[in-house]
């Protein structure tokens, strides 16, 4: 394989019950053939995560959110010399120089889930009045003018189709919403797939993979529902977050 390039982007598991939206840098790292697609071969970033039920060293990876530590990881690890989590060749989705979308510049703004699954992003510049229009598959959302909203260390909220997809269907159901910080690492608790129908207390998280954050009711964790209690203290603003 050729070198990976490290490139501003955000890139998602196709099948994961967690995810780590909340981004320390814009950039993320792999092999990718285009601008977009379903086929990036991402590398893992892989951090210490406490110990399994067994005693044994775990091990968490954040690219494609998955624990290290098992057996078969640990025979890789010897037979090639490289940390590398058993979803270390899935292709991933991804999208390269996404929108970086500042709330704090816009006005009237609304983000919708489009009948294609894009993000449909519209909003009118602060400065000037322009008409903003997106139509993408994924939004990054720039959280520097947004302190205190997320962990200080996080830069960028992603917002990848499987999250929104999730936060949309979370929604429909009339599931009770809410965000959950990780007890561990202080990141935001993002549920999928059927976790994001199914509300639950105890979340684990896809940032540090600490597994035992109790959030105070049964709920169904997603940054993006802090945004949109954001959002409806900023009226102005954002006129409407999904
Ligand atoms: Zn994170
Ligand atoms: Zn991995
Ligand atoms: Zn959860
Ligand atoms: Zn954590």
């Given amino acids: 394989m050729p070198t990976p390039l490290t490139l501003p982007g955000i890139c998602w598991p196709l099948q994961a019950s967690t995810g780590d939206l909340g981004a320390a840098t814009p950039h993320i790292t792999g092999h990718f053939r285009a601008g977009a697609g379903m086929d990036a071969v991402s590398v ?51 999208l390269l120089y996404p929108e970086l979308f500042d709330p704090m510049q816009f006005h009237a ?16 510049a ?5 008409l903003y229009a997106r139509d993408a598959a994924a939004v990054a959302i720039d959280c520097r003018a947004l302190p205190g909203l997320f962990h200080p260390d996080i830069v960028q909220l992603n917002i990848p189709p499987p999250a929104a997809q999730a936060y949309a269907a979370a929604l429909r159901a009339g599931a009770p919403l809410g965000c959950s910080d ?13 976790f994001a129908l199914a509300p639950h207390r105890r979340h684990s998280c896809g940032h540090c993979g600490h597994d035992a954050s109790y959030s105070p009711v049964a709920i169904v964790s997603s ?16 006129a409407q977050w999904f």
């Fill in 223 to 238: 940054p993006l529902w802090r945004l949109r209690a954001f959002a409806l203290r900023q009226p102005r603003r954002i």
């Fill in 109 to 124: 703004t609304t983000l919708r889930l489009g009948p294609e699954g894009s993000l449909q992003l519209r909003a009118r």
């Fill in 182 to 194: 990780c007890a561990c690492c202080g990141h935001p608790h993002l549920d999928l797939g059927s």
């Fill in 126 to 130: 602060d400065d000037g009045g322009a």
């Fill in 44 to 94: 893992c970033d892989i951090l210490p995560a406490g110990k399994f039920r067994n005693g044994a060293a775990r091990h968490w990876c954040r690219t494609h959110q998955c624990y290290w530590g098992a057996r078969a990881d640990l025979a890789g690890w010897q037979a090639t010399g490289h940390m590398r989590c058993r979803q270390h060749a899935s292709p991933m989705g991804y």
